[in-house]
T-cell receptor, first 117, second 109 residues
Framework: GAVVSQHPSWVICKSGTSVKIECRSL??????MFWYRQFPKQSLMLMAT?????????EQGVEKDKFLINHASLTLSTLTVTSAHPEDSSFYIC?????????????FGSGTRLTVV | GIQVEQSPPDLILQEGANSTLRCNFS?????LQWFHQNPWGQLINLFY???GTKQNGRLSATTVATERYSLLYISSSQTTDSGVYFC???????????FGKGTHLIIQP
């Protein structure tokens, strides 16, 4: 139980194009999902909190117009990196918190490695 | 926000050795987890442990919530234990996790 699926696992795109990453909770509903970014040899940094049916909340320093988040249903959140540039190349990983009854804590997707060329 | 300090940052051990990783929090957290990140980036959830002690095979964890720290114990280390170990916490379930910088563990045969 408590599975989060993330696609794609890796993507290479040209500078200036947009890339969409999907995050799905498979066996529970998630009104809130989280998006993190991890640069090589660094820790995970929270980028934004995705809220079903309302606007996402972005952490300080994260450009909301570059990283568009849509939480269209209780099981799906998407992150679109718009007008990608090489400095956006990173590992993006989503997370959700199952109901307390799972007693599992936060569960994470397998991540998406984005390379912008 | 919450600050998370992990120690040691790097640890090199021989196979069979035991190790203790520590995580200190600047403020109280209601959610606390330990993860192992594999070479492909996948975060493996080791323990959800906001308080108390848990054990899973050769791994165990203890959180002393009143003193805002948690410990991860690895006994009889194997080469497959190598990787980066993160602890992370949050105040509430609607908050994202704040991660420590990780402990890079290398187990040599």
């Amino acid at each position: 139980g408590a599975v989060v699926s993330q696609h794609p696992s890796w993507v290479i795109c040209k500078s200036g194009t947009s890339v969409k990453i999907e995050c799905r909770s498979l066996d529970f509903q998630a009104t809130t999902m989280f998006w993190y970014r991890q640069f090589p040899k660094q820790s995970l940094m929270l980028m934004a909190t995705s809220n079903e049916g309302s606007k996402a909340t972005y952490e300080q320093g994260v450009e909301k117009d570059k990283f568009l988040i849509n939480h269209a249903s209780l099981t799906l959140s998407t992150l679109t990196v718009t007008s990608a540039h090489p400095e956006d190349s990173s590992f993006y990983i989503c997370s959700a918190r199952p109901p307390v009854s799972f007693n599992y804590g936060y569960t994470f997707g397998s991540g998406t490695r984005l390379t912008v060329v | 926000g919450i600050q998370v300090e992990q120690s040691p940052p790097d640890l090199i051990l021989q196979e069979g050795a035991n190790s203790t990783l520590r995580c200190n929090f600047s403020d109280s957290v209601n959610n606390l987890q330990w993860f192992h990140q594999n070479p492909w980036g996948q975060l493996i959830n080791l323990f959800y442990i906001p308080s108390g002690t848990k054990q899973n095979g050769r791994l165990s964890a203890t959180t002393v919530a009143t003193e805002r720290y948690s410990l991860l114990y690895i006994s009889s280390s194997q080469t497959t234990d190598s990787g980066v170990y993160f602890c992370a916490g949050s105040r509430g379930g609607a908050d994202g996790l704040t991660f420590g910088k990780g402990t890079h563990l290398i187990i040599q045969p």
